[in-house]
């Protein structure tokens, strides 16, 4: 079992920036892929970025260049720099962690908002 904890969620102005972390416990493989996505209303959930223990890392379209994913194996954890915040933006931000087979494991979730 695996067990995913996030933070740093909150309110933010249109350009401003926000933080995300998510700590995991439970049975973690190095070759575990850990990653954020976000569901915004009434929308399907999508990646937003994910990563590798080796740092091979993927993002959506919408956020390359401005969002940055980094991974402290030692630690389980997760982080999402997010800069240049937009309203559309705005989601329900959660922490995942894929096994080699596709089984995933989901955070509870955070909630990021973006005001113009």
């Known amino acids: 079992q695996v067990q995913l904890v996030e933070s740093g969620g909150g309110l933010v102005q249109a350009g401003g920036s926000l933080r995300l972390s998510c700590a995991a416990s439970?049975?973690?493989?190095?070759?575990?892929?850990m990653g954020w996505y976000r569901q915004a209303p009434g929308k399907q959930r999508e990646l937003v970025a994910d990563?590798?223990?080796?740092?091979?890392?993927n993002y959506a379209d919408s956020v390359k260049g401005r969002f940055t994913i980094s991974r402290d194996n030692a630690k389980n954890a997760v982080y999402l720099q997010m800069n240049s915040l937009k309203p559309e933006d705005t989601a329900a931000y959660y922490c995942?962690?894929?096994?080699?087979?596709?089984?995933?494991?989901w955070g509870q979730g955070t909630q990021v908002t973006v005001s113009s």
């Open positions: 995942n962690l894929r096994k080699p087979l596709g089984r995933n494991y």
């Open positions: 439970g049975i973690i493989f190095s070759i575990d892929v």
């Open positions: 990563i590798t223990s080796g740092g091979a890392t």
